[in-house]
């Protein structure tokens, strides 16, 4: 999965449990903030390993792009 792809399913498994309009959990902005803590604790783990980082490091970007 490249990281535009991944950026998209991280922030909408946080924005939607469902596929009806009154499934929507959060706001996209909130669905982000959560989708980035995640991003931020995958870079943590990855810690000794240059390209976890860097497809982690990806995602972020592609995140803040959404």
Do not use: F, H
């Amino acid at each position: 999965m490249n990281t535009r792809e991944k950026a998209e399913e991280l922030v909408e498994k946080y924005e939607y449990s469902g596929e009806l309009v009154s499934d929507i959990r959060m706001s996209e902005e909130d669905a982000k903030e959560c989708a980035l803590i995640c991003v931020e604790q995958m870079i943590e783990e990855c810690e000794g390993y240059p390209k976890g980082i860097k497809y982690w490091q990806d995602v972020k970007q592609e995140i803040y792009k959404q």
